[in-house]
């Protein structure tokens, strides 16, 4: 393993490694617009210029593989370096308008940092320039993205994303030289279902979001570190939010689920997961609101019996997107109050394709971020399905039930277990449902209890890989809504008369402990990715009649 | 939109069987595509870009790096005169204002009858001719006031 | 002296294979077939043939860094781009001698082990393109190309590719780029095209001259190829002269020549009347030489470069006592702002701003500072580029002004007055900006340079 030393710093690195990650891994700040590390390497902004021992000219330390020995200085150490990187900077500014008060990116913008470096930035510039090459400003590419061309400093990172990790290849530079200028054919509205990227890999103004444009200025925003719950891949993301309203998701790096990206629908999940629909107090069949005491109440009385068991026989059915500590209290609940139960999370058809792909990226076609969560679970230790509870009902043999249910945050509005679920609901007369919103399919519950949404409660989901995830809580819930937990807490209590813990990391530590598959995680070190990863990517199938693939 | 003939259907075809890319094809294509058209513009980009497999903002980059792929259609025939600084030191500034403002056009320009394209070039590799220029792909020079009227007239006619 | 490129180029009808092969041609092919790859390219090797396409670099070790695998094809990529402003000298071989260049072409290829090879040529050659194109029709038909070379079983293709109209598309990584259908942005090195070059596979550029020196060298032998010349220069150079010079054209010349002794024999002198003031000996994109300065530099890399310039692609451009140094560097760096294919951030900012600064210059809006400010973007520019057309575009700015200073000073406004407002002359602010007559006035009046040698 060669072995490389940046400003003084020793680090070992694999072949082939660049000089730029050997810095990046030993913190050691190199200055760069056009190195990404999801993208390949194309070594054209010259930002990252470093001087290494014996070579007669400086190089760019994003493309420069690293061979034993070297020692690199960088623009923090080296004045040549900084020398040059303020030329580069210089070069830049040549052309770039100065848009600084009203451009987005401020407070985000590479230039303007490197700008302001102490170490490399441009104090005073003999470049007094007259004309500036002009060019096209506030395209709308689409309803995602807005393109300022004047702005761009042609690092084309955008240019290989479109082309080469997206694939549609929509974006691309025309002319040559000072001319050269960013453009989508025709000004075409992209259809790159990844076009959110764009803002967030765009290193100044040029490209930046419509849907955040002018919203918020960044530094207003706090940043929570969460996972998308918007399909089974479970993208690693980033909740900024503000005064408990969430701003926008930005994607974070995890090379081993979603690289640097999201797609644009889990970009905007937190929308419909902070809709206007929510359900924010509990609620009688009738229209009632009540209090939460009279909410359990209420609850009590529809699953209770006074046969010998003090319960009714029970199916209860939880969505694949409840965190997998609201699925242990779940499951505690169900197998500790009612002797006579059917468990299941298999709602819609989607979740056979739990491993199945949407596209070449990262969309899949389950919408469930938890599905092997639940899977692991043991929800559905018999064969069956909600097609076999619905016929089961409309023979009249009809049960108490229990739904905790989170309606998808992508994809269409109504679901298409939505139909199934109402007549469900039309056929209990005893039904308790946990949601999260109010929902015309759901109207015909008994009683509705509100929950968190994603976001606004902490918890684990399990990926399409098994990769097991941590979901953060940025927000508080609307109204008197409570973290599942806590409402399964308060229901276990009711009926078992034993309150369960509720803080995240005591359910985790159950699920290491009784889960095969999590043996050996620990809560503070996710997200993890599981020894083996069950099932194989592709399609699943589980009973035997189960749930077939498309 | 204006389909593309058989004839540079079938060129296209031949330069995109030469290597397993497709991609490889662009530059050909381009050429014939201008040669046929006398210009590249959105029309020829999106039937370009169908027959490659390629998307058109990628045939769009490709045929606005080059200076002999145009945008708007040229004349029937393009006079190119060298500004390169051998042709320069040998007087074709002059030479070219006077060829421009005799059909008062500028840089780039084409006859009002639409006619003939006059453009300024970079040194085109036949500088012991200086100063010379191209009349579509055949070579001229070295050029005078006179042997250029002449060029000129021979075109109107 | 000896003739190795010129040989026919005289020869009427040489475009003809039968006609050709008269004079020779591919003999030299033939000799390479029957030996071993490996010991062709020692041969190549041991002549010390260097790269005419500019940069010099040893022809026979840089084939020697391909190794092919049976699923790596190997490409050989023969660079006819010849856009260096003043080169004209593959253009010439191309159109008088085509089956010298294919018997070139042919030998490189069977060399490193490519069976596909590629003649890139210039867009502005088009009417080349038809004369190569018969000349591999004729030699495919006779059995030199195809699927078995001349009967030995090793096969070749040759196609012609013609670009459309970008300076760049001559660097080699450029030329890669533009052969695969993308914009001509060269490429960061590592990886060198000879581990992934052409459709990342291995694959040699070769200059059209250069492959043409390989015909001889395999008929004559490395030493005797080796003795032409001098020292680390070895063999001949096509010299495209233009410009202020009696007889343009373009020569053969030994390397080792007396570069005023050329000028003044193979190039007749100077225009009547007229003497030596300044020549760029290899194209654009290397330091000017003033007369004086040339006086002493022979026809070589060794000499051109003690005296601080290159020998380049040998496109020589002579200035005569009439030429203007101003006017002529901002052309010359017009060219590299329009060419720069902008891609990197120094070149693409650096170029136009070079240009536009001389044209503020000329224009008689110059600012006292502008020639240092000239010098120092240069200096940011030089060794921070991806491709070389960075570097090339500083050489000529940064020579011209420190050669021919006092002729850019006269353009320059004067130094602010530092006396007081009250104590100064005359009547109302004085103009910090010089107007165009001016600067008019500054250009036909005759300005002190460096002194014009004679010839
Ligand atoms: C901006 C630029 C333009 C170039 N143009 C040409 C050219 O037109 N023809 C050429 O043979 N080499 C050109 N070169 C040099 C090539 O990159 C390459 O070195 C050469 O083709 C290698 O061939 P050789 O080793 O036979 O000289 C150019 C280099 C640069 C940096
Ligand atoms: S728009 Fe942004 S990402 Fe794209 S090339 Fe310009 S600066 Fe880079
Ligand atoms: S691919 Fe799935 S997990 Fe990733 S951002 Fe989109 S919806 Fe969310
Ligand atoms: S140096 Fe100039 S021509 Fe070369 S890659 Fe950079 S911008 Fe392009
Ligand atoms: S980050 Fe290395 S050149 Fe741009
Ligand atoms: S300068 Fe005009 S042809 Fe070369």
Redesign the interface.
Known sequence: MPLVTVDGQQIEVEPGATIIQAADRLGVEIPRFCYHPDLRPEGNCRMCLVQVEGFARLVVACATPVTDGMVVSSPHTSAETAEAVQGVLEFLLINHPLDCPICDQAGECSLQDFYMHPDYGLHTSQVDVVEKVRKRKRIELGPRIVLDSERCVMCSRCVRFSADISGLAELQFIHRGNRVELIAFEDRALEDPYAGNLADLCPVGALTSRDFRFRRRVWHLAHTDSVCAGCSTGCNLRIDHAENRIERLVPRRNPAVNSSWICDEGRLSYLRANGPDRLSQPLLSGGEEVAWPDGIRHAQELLATDDASGTRPLLALASASATNESLLLFKHLVTRAFPHHRLDFRLSQETDLVGARQDHLLRRWDKHPNTMGAFYLGFSEQPGGLDDYLQAAEAGDCVALVLLYYPPLVGDELPPVAAALARLLELCPHSVVLTTHRLPYLKGASLSLPVAAWAEEEGTYTNYQGTVQHSAKATEPPGAAREATAVLADLLHTFTNHRPSTAPEVLFAELEHTVAAYRGLDYQHLPSRLASVYPPEGRMHYGEEGFSGR | MRRLSDRALAEIETARREEDSARHALLTALRVVQEERRQVGPDEVVQIAALLSLSPATVEGVARFYDQISEEATGRQVLSLCRGISCQLCGADPLAREVLDNLGIEDGGRTQDGSLTVRLVECIGNCDQAPTGMLDTAFVGPLTSTVLSELLTRWRR | MTRILTRHTDQPDQVQLDVARRGGAYQGFEAALSRSRQEVIQEVEASGLRGRGGAGFPTGRKWSFIHPAPDRPVYLLCNAD???????K??YLLKRDPHLVLEGIAIAAYAIGAHKAYLYL??????LAMVMAGAIEQAKAAGILGDSCLGSGYGLRV?I????????CGEETGLIQ????????PR?R?PFPASAGF?DQPTVVNNVETLANLPWIMTEGADRYAGVGTGRSAGTKLV?????VSR???YEVTMGRPLLQFLNEEGGGMPPGRQLKAV?PGG?SVPILSADEAAGVTIDYESMQAAGTMLGSG?M?A?DDT?QMP??LL??AE?Y??????????C??????MA?VLK?LLAGEG?V?DLD?LL?TG???E????CGLGDAAVQPVQSFIRKFRPEFEALLPPAPDPSPPWQRHGHGPRSARMGPPAVEAALSEPVEGPPTASL
């Open positions: 010849e856009s260096e402003p003043g080169t004209f593959d253009h210039r867009g502005e050659y088009a009417s196609s590719q013609l670009g459309a109209g970008a300076y760049i533009s052969l695969e259908g993308r914009r001509a942005y960061v590592p459709l495209s002269l233009s410009g202020q343009p054209g373009v760029i654009t496109g451009i200035f030429a006017p002529a052309r010359i060219f702002a329009h060419e720069s294919c902008g891609e990197c951030t120094p693409r900012e650096g170029t136009g701003w536009w503020r600012r500072n400010l120092r200096d940011n520019m060794g921070r580029t991806i």
